[in-house]
Nanobody, 117 residues
């Protein structure tokens, strides 16, 4: 499966963005899908994941209650709705897919999210 992330941008603190992850390949619906991020000078970190049918979701503590991960399998697309954004959410965000957790089978290119204070 190939992935392409989009939807990043510049937003003020408290604002919202929705990232999209478009997948190619017929097996997308069988994969876990997740989002990770990497801030300058820091290691890549897990943000959120969702199982194949969207019923089970997983979040990093730092984003719980603010971010929502979802997927639309008929559209081969995953989403990350980000609300109440903070400057510390500034990072390059990557979508990824995997047959199991931890997700590490396929990665998309990153999309930059910048939150100004």
């Amino acid at each position: 499966v190939q992935l392409q992330a989009s939807g990043g941008g510049l937003v003020q603190a408290g604002g919202s963005l929705r990232l999209s992850c478009a997948a190619s390949g017929r097996s997308f619906s069988r994969y876990f899908m997740g989002w990770f991020r990497q801030a300058p000078g820091k290691e890549r970190e897990f943000v959120a994941a969702v199982n194949w049918n969207g019923e089970n979701t997983y979040y990093a503590d730092s984003v719980k209650g603010r971010f929502t991960i979802s997927r639309d399998n008929p559209k081969n697309t995953g989403y990350l709705q980000m609300n109440s954004l903070k400057p510390e959410d500034t990072a390059v965000y990557y979508c990824a897919a995997g047959k199991s957790l931890p997700i590490d089978d396929a990665w998309g290119q990153g999309t930059q999210v910048t939150v100004s204070s």
